[in-house]
């Protein structure tokens, strides 16, 4: 079955940086676009980034634009977020989404959480 592993959250100060990694088996991980939401409680789920299937275009959320960088490496089926410059309004559960790039079908990883506080 599919499954998407996200890693890398935790704890950070203000003005650090993390980076999160998201693994992903059992599908053909070169045919989905990757994109990485946030969600804080009692909110809806926020695109944050978004890298298409060859990582040609990305496309980014305008509170994190110049401060986030999303990646992926198709030989190792993984995706990544480096994030840098953080803020306590950045404070929320990442999640990883596949969604092919025909078809539409999206999955979603167990999310990892990041908290940004002093």
């Known amino acids: 079955q599919v499954q998407l592993v996200e890693s890398g959250g935790g704890l950070v100060q203000p003005g650090g940086s993390l980076r999160l990694s998201c693994a992903a088996s059992g599908l053909t991980f070169s045919r989905y676009a990757m994109n990485w939401y946030r969600q804080i409680p009692g909110q809806g789920r926020e695109l944050v980034a978004g890298v298409t299937t060859t990582a040609s275009s990305t496309n980014y959320a305008d509170s994190v634009k110049g401060r986030f960088t999303i990646s992926r490496d198709n030989a190792k089926n993984t995706v990544s977020l480096q994030m840098n410059s953080l803020k306590s309004e950045d404070t929320a559960v990442y999640y990883c989404?596949?969604?092919?790039?025909?078809?539409?079908?999206?999955?979603w990883g167990q999310g990892t959480q990041v908290t940004v506080s002093s």
């Open positions: 989404n596949a969604v092919h790039s025909v078809y539409r079908t999206s999955y």
